[in-house]
């Protein structure tokens, strides 16, 4: 499926989302699938006057989601993350949606990015989520959980500036490219999920040793 002229609507999304939730394993309800369309069809409108996404299919925006979504059994059962480049809302959006019980700050330093992110969380709704606008850097010190990130290079100076004392790192990555993932401070890899419908991708957990 092209993107076509026009946006789908959250119908149309809905429909493609309930497809393929059993293939990455998931179990939504209603409520959160609806809220996971809404937010691709906002993406699916607004990609086509800034450049959130690419030329993605609606079928990958979809694949996106869900893969972003897979990684939501890996997070605690409380407390405040923060997502570092959500951009175009990749995994940050649909964690949000997916576990409305924690806590997010969405960090983007890019100004139309930041626009339409503060966009989704009015409209969707995403109520347990806070957009900033800016650098990490600027972010309090020992704030967070746990970070979750998806393809960035991110360094052990970062994280250590971010988590509190037994926080984690959630990178969405590749096989060949997690090993590379330069995390200095004492960060180990503790696991790597592969996903589901990717012959490469993987959701990595990285701690502090």
């Known amino acids: 499926m092209s993107s076509g002229p026009e946006p789908?609507?959250?119908e149309a999304f809905r429909d493609l989302l309930q497809e393929n939730l059993a293939a990455f394993g998931l179990v939504l309800d209603d409520a959160k699938t609806s809220r996971l369309a809404r937010f691709l069809s906002e993406l699916d409108?607004?990609?086509?006057?800034t450049n959130l996404t690419?030329?993605?299919?609606?079928d990958e925006l979809v694949s996106h989601a869900l893969e972003s979504a897979f990684g939501s059994h890996l997070l605690p059962a409380l407390g405040t993350g923060v997502d570092i480049g959500t951009g175009g809302g990749f995994p940050g959006v649909p964690l949000a949606v997916c576990r409305p019980d924690l806590r997010w700050v969405w960090v983007e330093p890019r100004e139309r990015r930041t626009a339409f992110l503060r966009h989704v969380a009015r409209t969707i709704p995403v109520e347990n989520a806070e957009v900033v606008s800016g650098r990490v850097e600027d972010l309090s010190r020992g704030a967070f959980d746990f970070?979750?990130?998806?393809?960035?290079?991110?360094?052990?100076?970062?994280l250590d500036h971010l988590l509190k004392p037994d926080g984690f790192l959630l990178l969405w990555t590749t096989r060949e490219d997690w090993a590379k993932t330069p995390l200095s401070g004492g960060f180990r890899l503790e696991q790597a999920e592969p996903i589901p419908m990717t012959r490469r991708r993987v959701v990595a957990v990285f701690r502090k040793s």
Request: net charge positive.
């Open 8 to 10: 789908l609507r959250p």
């Open 45 to 49: 409108r607004w990609r086509r006057s």
């Open 54 to 58: 690419g030329r993605l299919s609606a």
């Open 147 to 158: 970070v979750t990130s998806r393809g960035l290079k991110l360094d052990g100076a970062t």
